[in-house]
């Protein structure tokens, strides 16, 4: 199960990093963005033509040091080599200013223009073409009602026992806390309104709890409780690992942005509150304990089940500015199950909407 979770995360991370690219090849566009590209590609002129020029001038000098040719000849060709090089970059670098000139003077070339995307791999320092991919990039669309994003929360995690105060929990405040690290899709429910919108997608949940005084969890059978250790323990962890599908509905103002050929309802850095629900399963339970014994240091791992929900479902809300937000999340399955006393694990802290 464990193995499954590394290559879920795994897999989650090479979504966000294509994520990441397409959405950064969406917001750096416009005439602005294509003119930044050409003044690089000048800058790649100069740099491919003056290490073409040291490649020469490194086989100039081997001749020279072989005998083949003369300190004259080698001051000749040194010279008509550096001569044609400064030619290519001249004539190279008009050829890019003339096509920023044209770009500059089109008033519809944002709207109009279906840029080309190329892929190369090249040897020779970039003087011969091995492999070459062309693709041609879409105009965008009028209108995009749903977006995704990268989800990253973590804070401190604690549980609500029945029958007993908060004050008086046996885990760790500020020892005990929790990981989410999730994908979302986002959905403007209104044609013409972003106000109201549908974030859904799924989430891996990390929950730790530590408990202090020296106790831990004991498993004899169906029936879990938290028992006091023979000795004194370093750490006593305990860590359950879910995979839930949230649902929120989110709330707040925007911005909408209207072009000849375009239509965008911008969120950044407005208000959002968002309220919901989340439903998943299980996928691992573990108990790290850390302790002396006979003066040796003793760390266990214990992988299994201690009796907790197969399945989790719970409710959250968050409320923040832009991509930062105050997350809260409770459990409403309880942490273990068919025990005389019900646990429901509870969470707080910061939530980050990447997109």
Do not use: H
């Not at 029945?162 to 500020?174: C, D, G, I, V």
């Amino acid at each position: 199960m464990i193995k499954l979770t590394n290559f879920f995360v795994v897999l989650f991370l090479c979504l966000f990093v294509t994520n990441v690219n397409a959405q950064d090849s969406l917001k750096v566009t416009g005439k602005q963005a294509e003119l930044a590209r050409f003044e690089t590609y000048k800058a790649k002129v100069e740099e491919n033509e003056k290490e073409a020029l040291k490649a020469e001038v490194e086989s100039i000098n081997e001749k020279l040091d072989a005998g083949t040719i003369t300190s004259v000849e080698a001051e000749q060709l040194k010279k008509a080599a550096a001569e044609k090089r400064a030619l290519n970059i001249k004539n190279k670098v008009a050829i890019i200013d003339n096509q920023m000139a044209i770009i500059e003077r089109d008033d519809n070339w944002e709207e109009n223009t279906v840029s080309e995307n190329r892929i190369a791999i090249t040897i020779g320092g970039g003087e011969k073409e091995l492999l070459g991919i062309t693709g041609k990039k879409s105009p965008p669309k009028y209108d995009i009602r749903t977006t995704n994003d990268l989800l990253i929360a973590f804070g401190f995690n604690n549980v609500i026992t029945e029958n007993q105060s908060f004050s008086k929990t046996p885990f760790e405040n500020l020892g005990s806390g929790f990981v989410e690290l999730g994908w979302n899709w986002k959905t403007r429910l209104a044609k013409n309104s972003n106000f109201a919108r549908l974030k859904y997608g799924f989430s891996f949940q990390w929950n730790k709890l530590n408990l202090k005084e020296d106790q831990y969890f004991a498993q004899d059978g169906n029936t879990t409780t938290i028992e006091q250790f023979p000795t004194e323990l370093r750490k006593s962890e305990f860590r359950t690992t879910n995979l839930v599908f949230p649902v929120y509905f989110e709330f707040g103002p925007y911005n909408k942005i209207e072009k000849k050929k375009t239509v965008r309802y911008q969120v950044w850095n407005k208000f959002k509150f968002g309220i919901g629900g989340y439903g998943g399963i299980r996928l691992a339970t573990q108990q790290k304990l850390k302790y002396k014994e006979d003066g040796d240091r003793v760390k266990q791992k214990i992988r299994r089940n201690y009796n907790t929900s197969p399945f989790v479902y719970g409710v959250g809300a968050y409320v923040g500015i832009g991509d930062v937000a105050l997350y809260a999340k409770y459990d409403l399955n309880p942490l273990f199950k068919n025990q005389t006393t019900d646990m429901n694990n509870v969470s707080l802290g910061l939530r980050f909407d990447i997109d």
